[in-house]
């Protein structure tokens, strides 16, 4: 018997997975080992290799759209072995046998008589995938109307995308004044408006359906959950800042070289990870994560740095940064934040952590509130760094201040827990030598 190549599961949270690129083909020698594909998920892309040495054949997991986790992508036959012996379906991925049909009984004097069946919904008697069918349903398209490229004319996920994307297919809409299903009904009360509800409100033609990659649902899900069930408050302060940009300065100037380019050089996000993590080893208490049997107390302080991608975000973490030079970090969350942007993070490489930065800064943002990202304590938000009047001892003067959001998970901190950490922070960033020893 041949042997299976599944879509492995390389994330806990993954359901689905896109092939991004076939590096072998229909037909040739594959050793176990060697690399077969590239998997992309909704945070990383990852290698998979051949199970088995042996005759690669009836590849049926296309490049580029949602593969269930699980689904067979192709079969390696072994050295002798007819090709095609054993094997399912071409197209396996998306066209397995629905099972709603059974074998027609080959003696017609003994088949049952057929009997009546009521009519299906809408869209029911098309042939499709249940992927194909989520998709249609999440972007208000009637699957009557899409034309399937699966055997006998099955609709897949990618006829679908392709559907939204030229808007065909779109669903007719009812009238305004209609009234609500009942079996609906709850669905709405408990997510908000159905997808139905928002389309009714907007002028058909006026809008354009673009279905949610695996990336974007994940971040959803993980937001509501985070909101819903985590019970978050905010603390806010203002930090001086102009120590650690003369000191930034100086550390810069004096980076030794290494081929043209400079060891390293430093950000003023690099000092606030230095902070954070140091100032959780000041605070040990407030360096926590909760959970129903107990509390877990972390012995290092692993910062999550947010970094924007296409359509999301991800969080690398740098482990043990409160054990870091300066130089260290700065190098780590630049390698870090290329290779997430590449999709080439290990899921060790962004899952976990103790705590998170998110800095806006960069884009003039002067103060925000982020979401915890659980099963974190603590997330802090950073402001841009501006000059401002501050009065000092009885006078007027101008410093660069900085203004951060400490978000906690009120079940793991409280809030003079939350005040301490905070304060433990000011004055990590508003004495940066302490950072350097």
Excluded at 60 to 86: L, M, N, R, S
Excluded at 112 to 118: C, K, M, R, S, Y
Excluded at 334 to 350: G, H, N, S, T, V
Excluded at 405 to 414: E, F, G, I, N, P
Aim: proline share 5%.
């Amino acid at each position: 018997m041949p042997t299976e190549v599944i879509l492995p599961k390389v994330d806990m949270d993954m359901a689905t997975g896109r092939i991004s690129k076939w590096y072998v083909a229909e037909g040739a020698s594959v050793k176990k080992g060697d690399v077969l594909f590239e998997i992309e998920t909704d945070k990383a892309a990852m290698e998979i290799d051949s199970p088995e040495s042996g005759t690669i054949a009836n590849i049926t997991g296309k490049e580029g759209i949602d593969i269930p986790v699980g689904d067979v992508v192709a079969y390696i036959y072994a050295e002798g072995e007819a090709v095609g012996a054993g094997a399912a379906p071409a197209s396996a991925v998306e066209a397995k046998t629905d099972s709603k049909q059974v074998e027609a009984p080959k003696d017609k004097a003994s088949a049952p008589a057929p009997q009546a069946t009521p009519a299906a919904p809408e869209g029911e008697g098309v042939r499709a995938t249940p992927l194909a069918r989520r998709l249609a349903k999440e972007a208000g398209l009637d699957l009557s109307s899409v034309k399937g490229s699966g055997p006998r004319g099955r609709i897949v996920s990618a006829d679908v995308q392709a559907a939204a994307k030229d808007g065909a297919g779109a669903a007719k809409a009812e009238a305004a004044d209609a009234p609500v299903r009942a079996e609906a009904a709850p669905a709405a009360v408990a997510k908000g408006m159905s997808d139905e509800a928002i389309l009714k409100l907007y002028e058909e033609g006026s809008y354009e359906v673009k279905p949610h990659d695996s990336m974007r649902r994940t971040i959803a899900k993980r937001l509501v959950e985070s909101k819903q069930t985590v019970p978050h408050f905010y603390l806010s302060l203002d930090c001086e800042i102009d120590a650690l940009l003369k000191l930034r300065t100086e550390l810069n100037a004096g980076a030794t070289k290494k081929g043209d380019k400079p060891a390293y050089k430093l950000s003023v996000n690099d000092f606030v990870i230095k902070a954070l993590a140091m100032a959780l080893s000041d605070v040990p208490a407030a360096n926590a994560s909760w959970t129903e049997g107990g509390m877990l107390l972390h012995k290092h302080s692993d910062v999550g740095v947010a970094v924007a991608l296409e359509g999301g975000l991800i969080t690398p973490i740098v482990r043990k940064a409160e054990q870091k030079t300066l130089s260290t970090i700065s190098n780590e969350v630049k390698d870090l934040a290329a290779r997430a942007k590449e999709k080439k993070l290990k899921a060790e490489e962004y899952q976990g952590g103790t705590t998170s930065v998110s800095n806006l800064g960069m884009f003039g943002i002067k103060n925000f509130s982020a979401v915890i990202n659980p099963p974190q304590g603590t997330i802090l938000a950073v402001g841009a760094g501006e000059e401002r009047v501050i009065a000092k001892n009885g006078e007027f003067k101008i410093a660069n201040v900085m203004s951060v959001t400490l978000s906690c998970d009120h079940r793991a901190v409280d809030g003079a827990l939350g005040a301490e950490l905070l304060a433990a922070f000011k004055a990590r960033i508003e004495n940066p030598t302490g950072m350097l020893v």
